[in-house]
Structure formats: C-alpha cells, structure tokens
C-alpha cells in the first residue's frame, strides 16, 4: 500500500509515497491514508546508438 499523505505514527513517520505492506501495523485503523500500490512496468529496453551516416570508408 502506497501512503497518500505524510503522518505520524507512534515511533515512526510515514512519507507520502511510502510503500507499507498491509500486514504492517501501520497499516491498521488508518486504511484511508493509504491506496493500492501499482505493479511497477517492466522496464523498456534502451535502443541502441544509431551509427552516423556519412561516406563509407575506404
């Protein structure tokens, strides 16, 4: 679960955008500061370098 605002808990402080597991005791009885968090996308590939264009040589 992602948190939705920055608050303080007993001994700790949670950061808006935190990710807390549901099991956390965080978590419980403060449900509505939190939402789902998002299967992070898989990583795109990065293209390779284009060779420059130009007169071949020889």
């Known amino acids: 679960m992602r948190a939705l605002v920055t608050f303080h808990a007993p001994g700790r402080l949670v950061v808006e955008g935190e990710d807390v597991d549901a ?5 419980a009885g403060r449900e509505h500061l939190f939402e789902p968090t998002a299967e992070p996308e898989p990583a795109k590939p990065k293209a390779r ?3 420059a264009a130009g007169k071949p040589k020889g």
């Open 23 to 27: 099991a956390d005791p965080v978590f």
């Open 49 to 51: 370098p284009r060779k």
